[in-house]
């Protein structure tokens, strides 16, 4: 009766404010309108939006068409200077900041060549730094811009998958970067968001060790609606999810939603709203999907709910997290209303009572070759016997789980250690230490594979007291673990080149390496002795485009390619250009 009593007293209270006209539930932003130009000469035509669901993190920008080709001219979005030139081999790839004078930093990314003064300056850091890959600070005073001048070309380099400009938005002083369809960008939008699907949890257990209850929702005079409009849940707490997206207006192409909020009676309970988000918090987006769902081929469900290991600003509360107690036995009146950075609203309505015939739900027994042992979010977790021995750092899960294991003997080989399974995400890094059957303390490889994808890291040996033998490296997700021992030098192989060419009339030099392990730690060219710049986007071919560090005449080239655990190749070559 208490419980009661209190819940009816902040319904009240909140009643009240409502009635005061309270009717927003997240604070309106104040964003500069029709301050930045849009950055690309092509059709204005978006194929991503900021908040976009993607593997182990949001989409963090606007994706701009560039009229699936390539070399569109790139412009400054507003007056400012750059400050910043990014290049690596993925992510991305070729990148620029310019910082404004309004506190505000635009980047633009997967670009080809930069403007010609830019261009040179940064080839110059490279030689200085004899590096191709370089993250570079750049004198206030140094390139100036002007609102919509031009700056680069438009390209498909790093992670890109298809030509297109990946535009971004950030706080100068915070580096948060903020939702770019709120500053008044010309792309029209009259459509309201999609609303597909309705999840229900059950929340007196883990969200790891269920499957939701998953129903089909269809729209009645404007109005979102499952069937049956009644959910009979056989637990006394409940909290959902939805799959939605939205689109553009005369466009057919799935984007991200940007708000939802939850009322429970009418009474705002909880919400998220994707923007203003730091990359160090971007893999939280494990923790606002159903990831578990998701892992096994199900569709992106987003949790109107905080998970206990959610520790960042994407939701926000009102009375509760989003778990939905039930056990009054009263018909709570559900509703969710889902927006897109325009301001379209969808609707989804639906009410929600406790099977008051059903007993607590319990969880399921779990499979293992040792007693079950449940891990916490919010805890550091420990787990070792005396072959291996892991943890996880504090706020490393986002629910709980009863943490499985197995050891698989290899005959003639180093044992294999299952942690767990990949349906449960981790938030951080965590290290691992694993005895070894036999060690070759300079070469030792731990191998992580999952899902037909493999990872590897430098196993370090490490002291267990008086126990010798131990080598530690680190991950960041579960899967089946092994030693190796790695003795085999990366391989270079040459394409369309060979010892004593003549190159006059070649424009480039490629090289692919391979290696066992597939991540190198050094790649080096010298030319004639001195340092050579070769381009490595996409991290699979090295690539010399002739230029002036390549007179005409004899040449001698070296390539020194060495793997994670000093495996070194080299191989000399003479040319004639």
């Not at 099977?355 to 293992?368: A, E, S």
Request: proline share 6%; net charge neutral; with cysteine.
């Amino acid at each position: 009766m208490v419980i009661n009593i209190q819940k009816l007293f902040f319904l009240l209270i909140f009643v009240l404010i409502a009635s005061r006209g309270f009717t927003q539930f997240f604070e309106i932003k104040n964003y500069p309108q029709d301050y930045f130009a849009y950055p690309v000469d092509a059709k204005k035509s978006l194929s991503a939006n900021f908040g976009e669901l993607r593997p182990n993190h949001y989409h963090m920008g606007l994706d701009c068409r560039t009229d699936q080709v390539q070399n569109k001219k790139v412009v400054a979005a507003a007056d400012g200077y750059i400050s910043k030139v990014k290049i690596e081999p993925w992510g991305y790839g070729r990148a620029i900041y310019i910082n404004h004078p309004n506190g505000l930093t635009t980047l633009y990314a997967h670009l080809n060549g930069f403007y010609p003064e830019l261009e040179e300056y940064v080839k110059e850091q490279q030689y200085a730094l004899k590096s191709w890959a370089v993250f570079i600070d750049i004198p206030a005073d140094l390139f100036p811009v002007k609102k919509e001048m031009f700056i680069a070309y438009s390209g498909n380099t790093g992670g890109s998958m298809g030509p297109h400009l990946h535009f971004e938005i950030r706080d100068t002083k915070t580096d948060k970067v903020l939702n770019p369809s709120l500053f008044g960008f010309p792309i029209p939008d009259n459509v309201p968001p999609d609303i597909f699907k309705l999840a229900i949890y059950d929340r007196c257990i883990s969200t790891y060790e269920q499957t939701p209850l998953v129903i089909k929702v269809k729209k009645i005079n404007g109005v979102y609606v499952p069937t049956p409009s009644l959910i009979i849940a056989k637990t006394d707490k409940v909290s959902f999810g939805i799959v939605a997206s939205d689109r553009y207006t005369g466009s057919a192409n799935r984007n991200g939603i940007y708000e939802t909020v939850l009322y429970d009676n009418e009474v705002p309970t909880v919400g998220f709203q994707l923007d203003s988000i730091d990359y160090d918090e971007t893999r939280y987006i494990n923790a606002h999907i159903d990831y578990t769902y998701r892992s096994k081929g199900g569709s992106y469900i987003q949790h109107v709910s905080k998970l206990p290991g959610f520790n960042n600003s994407l939701y926000k509360t009102g009375i509760g997290d989003g778990v939905i107690d039930i056990d009054d036995d009263s018909i709570h009146q559900i509703k969710l209303e889902v927006k897109d950075a325009y301001g379209n609203l969808s609707k989804l309505l639906f009410s929600v009572k406790r099977n008051p015939t059903v007993t607590q739900t319990k969880q399921q027994d779990v499979p293992g070759d040792f007693p079950e042992q449940l891990f916490r979010p919010g805890f550091v977790n420990l787990f070792e016997n005396s072959n291996i021995s892991f943890y996880l750092p504090e706020n490393s899960l986002y629910d709980s789980i009863r943490f499985q294991f197995k050891e698989i003997p290899v005959k003639d080989g180093f044992t294999i250690f299952q942690l767990h399974h990949t349906g449960v995400p981790v938030h951080r890094y965590f290290p691992i230490r694993i005895k070894a059957e036999t060690a070759f303390p300079d070469k030792m490889v731990m191998h992580r594979f999952a899902n037909n994808k493999n990872d590897y890291a430098k196993a370090e040996p490490v002291s267990m007291g008086k126990d010798p033998g131990w080598y530690k490296a680190s991950f960041r997700d579960f899967g089946s673990f092994q030693l190796m021992i790695d003795t085999v030098p990366p391989v270079i192989t040459p394409i369309g080149f060979k010892d004593g060419m003549n190159c006059s009339k070649q424009s480039r030099l490629v090289f692919v390496i391979n290696d066992n392990t597939e991540d190198l730690k050094n790649f080096t060219a010298t030319l004639d002795g001195n340092w050579l710049r070769f381009s490595n986007d996409k991290g699979r071919r090295f690539i010399y485009d002739f230029d002036d560090r390549c007179a005409p005449g004899e040449h001698e080239l070296k390539i020194v390619a060495e793997d994670m655990v000093g495996n070194i190749t080299e191989k000399n070559y003479r040319f004639t250009r």
